[in-house]
T-cell receptor, first 114, second 115 residues
Framework: NAGVTQTPKFRILKIGQSMTLQCTQDMNHNYMYWYRQDPGMGLKLIYYSVGAGITDKGEVPNGYNVSRSTTEDFPLRLELAAPSQTSVYFC?????????????FGPGTRLTVL | AQSVSQHNHHVILSEAASLELGCNYSYGGTVNLFWYVQYPGQHLQLLLKYFSGDPLVKGIKGFEAEFIKSKFSFNLRKPSVQWSDTAEYFCAVSPYTGTASKLTFGTGTRLQVTL
């Protein structure tokens, strides 16, 4: 049981390039989330999903897209990378019992945009 | 929208010293409260959580936190820290809305424990 896994661990992009950050969970959890963590800041929610085919925006969705075709996978897409997207990205999953729920995090992807 | 404040940005303690990290939140309704820890180079791990019931909750590695509703606070405590507690600690809150538990995090407190 690996929990939440993320690939890649590190990536350097040039301005304007695109990439997909992968997130997979093997806990059969319904809810999944993407956060970004900037230096000296807490995590901010980018997008979340309450089940396959259902996604919604979080606090900082601009510049990102997501899809959820299966319970296990929740990829995050950056279409036109910008320096402001330099950050550490964390994926999380939770069972989904409304407000009484605990999120479990992946190891993160450190992205640098130059 | 809810917000979370962690007043201590960087705390340096000697081993065996007692620890208290402050966390205050703003939200008018029922909330769930969490403390997460991030050890150097690792991902976030759940330290403890409060959903309801006894306001004094115990977590892993000897940590505990007390929810004081009247003060909107959820401070983290440990009687005697160890060098291995060196990490960043995040307080987080989610409103009890019946839907996805969207967490709002504080900016974190970096704890450095010296030998």
């Amino acid at each position: 049981n690996a929990g939440v896994t993320q690939t890649p661990k590190f990536r350097i992009l040039k301005i304007g390039q695109s990439m997909t950050l992968q997130c997979t969970q093997d806990m059969n959890h319904n809810y999944m989330y993407w956060y970004r963590q900037d230096p000296g800041m807490g995590l901010k929610l980018i997008y979340y999903s309450v089940g396959a085919g259902i996604t919604d925006k979080g606090e900082v969705p601009n510049g990102y897209n997501v899809s959820r075709s299966t319970t296990e996978d929740f990829p995050l897409r950056l279409e036109l990378a910008a320096p402001s997207q330099t950050s550490v990205y964390f994926c999380a999953a939770s069972v989904g019992r409304g407000g009484v729920d605990t999120q479990y995090f992946g190891p993160g992807t450190r992205l640098t945009v130059l | 929208a809810q917000s979370v404040s962690q007043h201590n940005h960087h705390v340096i303690l000697s081993e065996a010293a007692s620890l208290e990290l402050g966390c205050n939140y703003s939200y008018g309704g029922t909330v769930n409260l969490f403390w997460y820890v991030q050890y150097p180079g690792q991902h976030l791990q759940l330290l403890l959580k409060y959903f309801s019931g006894d306001p004094l909750v115990k977590g892993i590695k000897g940590f505990e936190a007390e929810f004081i509703k009247s003060k909107f606070s959820f401070n983290l405590r440990k009687p005697s820290v160890q060098w291995s507690d060196t990490a960043e600690y995040f307080c987080a809150v989610s409103p009890y809305t019946g839907t996805a538990s969207k967490l709002t995090f504080g900016t974190g407190t970096r704890l450095q424990v010296t030998l």
